[in-house]
């Protein structure tokens, strides 16, 4: 019989106390050297996008395959609980924060298997990786294609020597269809952001091409529990509150990436799009986290709109908690402010917290995760110097835009607007924004 330690966010039915005996083998049809000889599964190779996010709309094929070999693990078990039994509402209010009770998730924790204060850490075999994972638990392996064309094979080994890159089920799911891609998964990456795995993020949100299918991606220290490169994804049909949040346009690098920042949201936070390919969106925004990761700042990402846009999250509530300034009030929800929780799916543990949500409540939690203005300007300028650009942000006013859908944005109003000077860039590197 199978006993399943109980730990911060299971992601697989595997994962253990690192003092558990393994002096008898394996014996778990795991993706290590024992196992993997043989294994196979099916490829899933996207095809080449040009352009930044999905442009003509794919065949659904890979929104099928991901549903129905989920759907699949579902009726064979695989999951800690039923996420389709977990009560789920809207929260009365401007910005329609998603509650779901889910009493079961965080049971039984023990402490986290690494510093939560530290952004950058080196992989640990010892601890739980995704190595350790049942194959039973993997869905398909995932690339971007060389071509124009989409390439599916139902049957494909296991490369142990070029690193295939794998969709995995989250054993304690949020929401249907709740997955992991985890990039290059033999490499051992460590949980940081690179370019190259960024960029294979993108094409799977733009080659699911449903904007309510997003990604998700936690840093060390913004309440990711594996120290083993990794991104979420869910599909939930409505608009995320961070996806309504009204924002002002900031810069407009040469490549044609516009940065803004959300206002009037609970969580200081920068959106990127556009671009005159996904390459370029990708590349500034991993120049912008490498920049974070490289200063010890924790933060979180949402990749939206079928890959066109990217809100990214600094954050400090571990911070804030480490040295006791989250108010009891917020501490005893025992929420962590995660990527789905500063994008409005609040996650709760307590059914009275479920049945007294609130816009306010919400609010007042997300809020604590949030940077001050001030630090939030100098990150910012961290980024901005990252990026090649300057931004005076009190010489440009930018143009606030509601984003009423996560599949476009509507102008709200429009407010002057005018150049400020480059004063650490040339013209060919960064662009204000006119």
């Given at each position: ?115 939560v204060d530290k952004v950058l850490q080196s992989f640990d075999g010892n601890k739980f990786n995704f ?195 989250v108010s009891p009030e917020v501490l005893e929800t025992q929420v962590n402010p995660a990527v789905w929780e500063i994008s409005g799916h609040m ?88």
């Open positions: 019989m199978l006993k399943i330690k109980r730990v911060p966010t299971v992601v697989s039915n595997y994962q253990k106390d690192e003092s558990a005996d393994e002096s008898v083998g394996c014996g778990r049809n795991c993706l290590g050297a024992c196992c993997i000889n043989g294994a196979r599964l099916p490829l899933y190779a996207c095809k080449k996008l040009d352009k930044s996010g999905a442009g003509e709309k794919p065949v659904a094929f890979l929104e099928s395959l991901v549903l129905g070999e989920w759907e699949d693990r579902f009726q064979r078990g695989l999951f800690r609980y039923d996420v389709t039994a977990c009560e789920t509402k809207v929260i009365p209010g401007k910005y329609g924060f998603v509650a779901q009770l889910n009493e079961g998730r965080h049971l039984k924790k023990r402490p986290t298997e690494f510093r190595t350790k994972v049942g194959q039973e638990e993997l869905l398909f392996q995932f690339e971007a294609g060389e071509d124009g064309e989409v390439q599916f094979f139902p049957c494909m080994p296991l490369d142990a020597e070029n690193s295939p890159s794998v969709v995995a089920i989250n054993v304690s799911p949020i929401e249907y269809g709740h997955v992991l891609l985890i990039p290059r998964v033999l490499d051992c990456l460590p949980q940081r952001i690179d370019h190259k795995s960024l960029l294979l993020a993108l094409h799977m949100a733009a080659e699911a091409a449903n904007p309510y299918f997003r990604l998700g991606y936690n840093s060390l220290g913004a309440f990711a529990t594996i120290n083993h490169l990794h991104f979420q994804a869910y599909y939930l049909a409505m608009p995320f509150p961070l996806e309504k949040a009204p924002s002002k346009k900031m810069i407009t690098t040469a490549s044609g990436v516009k940065i803004s920042e959300l206002l009037s949201y609970p969580v200081r936070s920068l959106l990127f799009e556009g671009g005159s390919s996904m390459q370029d969106l990708s590349d500034t925004v991993s120049d912008a986290c490498v920049c974070l990761q490289n200063n010890n700042i924790p933060f979180n990402i949402l990749i939206a709109d079928c890959g066109r846009q990217i809100f990214l999250m600094p954050q400090c509530y571990a911070e804030k908690q480490a040295l006791g300034e996650v709760l543990k307590r059914k009275e917290d479920y049945e007294g949500a609130s816009e306010e409540n919400a609010w007042r939690l997300l809020a604590e995760a949030s940077l001050s203005e001030e630090r939030f300007k100098e990150v910012n300028a961290l980024i901005f110097e990252a990026i090649g650009c300057s931004y005076q942000g009190e010489e440009l006013e930018g143009t606030v835009v509601g984003q009423d859908n996560p599949s476009g944005s509507v102008n709200q109003k429009s407010n002057r607007t005018h150049g400020g000077p480059i004063t650490n860039g040339t013209a060919s590197e960064c662009l204000v924004l006119q």
